[in-house]
């Protein structure tokens, strides 16, 4: 079945960076586009950007522009998220999303999402 | 961009209706058929009920059902069951990012 595995927790200090990545299985990695969505506790759903695995491409949310890159390994199945310069703003569950962008535009498979706790 | 506005909280009873609204702009919820929505349980990934307005997922119950009107999308789950409660969320695609709204804590009492 379609998968989405994403790497372990992370505890990291502010000034600090992470890479969180998500391992894709059950479906041809190349067709379909990678989301990445975090959500702080207590908090909502917020869009940080997305990666066309087929040729490197990626956009961002305004929020993290030159914060994040987005980066991918075919021969792994597999999508990167890094933040760098983390703030303790930055303490959240990240998750990727697949996204059938050939069919509609939405994030049809989850990951089970990565806490990543920013602290001194 | 600033994130659509949903009700923070609706409640409903087993059977009963609810409609949940999420409202933005002409340069998203309004410009584009890519409205979606999710269903998040505590501790748990979203996930996908409804995309293009109006569509479902394989697999999601036509119990949940979306529509818009000029700007305003809805979400409506019919017939209520106690593993609705959950919080849900809209989303639209903008032809550049994706926004989403700001949640809505569904109780069934």
């Known amino acids: 079945q379609v998968q989405m595995v994403q790497s372990g927790a992370e505890v990291k200090r502010p000034g600090a960076s992470v890479k969180v990545s998500c391992k894709a299985s059950?479906?041809?990695?190349?067709?379909?586009?990678i989301n990445w969505v975090r959500q702080a506790t207590g908090q909502g759903l917020e869009w940080m950007g997305w990666m066309i695995p087929k040729g490197g491409d990626s956009g961002y949310a305004q929020n993290f522009l030159g914060r994040v890159t987005l980066t991918r390994d075919t021969s792994r199945s597999t999508a990167y998220m890094e933040l760098s310069d983390l703030r303790s703003e930055d303490t959240a569950v990240y998750y990727c999303?697949?996204?059938?962008?050939?069919?509609?535009?939405?994030?049809?498979?989850w990951g089970q999402g990565t806490t990543v706790t920013v602290s001194s | 961009q600033s994130a659509l506005t949903q009700p923070a909280s609706v409640s409903g009873s087993p059977g009963q209706s609810i409609t949940i609204s999420c409202t933005g702009t002409k340069s998203d919820v309004g410009g584009y058929k890519s409205v979606s929505w999710y269903q998040q349980h505590p501790g748990e990934a979203p996930k996908l009920l409804i995309y293009?307005?109006?569509d479902w997922p394989s697999g999601v119950s036509r119990r949940f059902s979306g529509s818009r009107s000029g700007n305003t999308a809805s979400l409506t789950i019919s017939g209520l069951q106690t593993e609705d409660e959950a919080d849900y969320y809209c989303?639209?695609?903008?032809?550049?990012?994706?926004?989403f709204g700001t949640g809505t804590r569904l109780t069934v009492l």
């Open positions: 059950g479906y041809t990695f190349t067709n379909y586009d």
């Open positions: 999303a697949r996204g059938p962008h050939s069919s509609y535009y939405a994030m049809d498979v």
């Open positions: 293009d307005v109006n």
């Open positions: 989303c639209s695609y903008n032809g550049l990012t994706y926004v």
